[in-house]
């Protein structure tokens, strides 16, 4: 069992940045790959990024690449997502979710989800 904390979203002007951390808790945080998605007003819920285990290795949405960035410290059972040059279009609920099995980009594969966290960039 994982239980997943988001922290740092807020609100920005267009062109800044923001980073969002997860705190998990629960045992072999190392083990799991974690994900950050996210869901505007009106829309599904949108894959942004994941990260795999203990090689880290990511992969992102073309929308942020370039701009996002994923990263983990397992020592500290904690997720990142540093969000540069961010545009209206990016606001959302951001959340953080882990999976034990699949470096996947659907929702659905993951078992875990946070409560989320707001990003609103203003134009």
């Known amino acids: 069992q994982v239980q997943l904390v988001e922290f740092g979203g807020g609100l920005v002007q267009a062109g800044g940045s923001l980073r969002l951390s997860c705190a998990a808790s629960?045992?072999?945080?190392?083990?799991?790959?974690m994900g950050w998605f996210r869901q505007a007003p009106g829309k599904e819920r949108e894959f942004v990024a994941h990260?795999?285990?203990?090689?880290?290795?990511?992969d992102y949405v073309d929308s942020v690449k370039g701009r996002f960035t994923i990263s983990r410290d397992n020592a500290k059972s904690t997720l990142y997502l540093q969000m540069n040059n961010l545009k209206p279009e990016d606001t959302a609920v951001y959340y953080c979710?882990?999976?034990?099995?699949?470096?996947?980009?659907?929702?659905?594969?993951?078992?875990?989800w946070g409560q989320g966290t707001q990003v609103t960039v203003s134009s």
């Open positions: 990260i795999t285990g203990s090689d880290g290795v990511t």
């Open positions: 979710a882990a999976n034990r099995l699949y470096a996947s980009n659907l929702y659905h594969d993951y078992d875990y």
């Open positions: 629960g045992k072999f945080f190392s083990r799991y790959v």
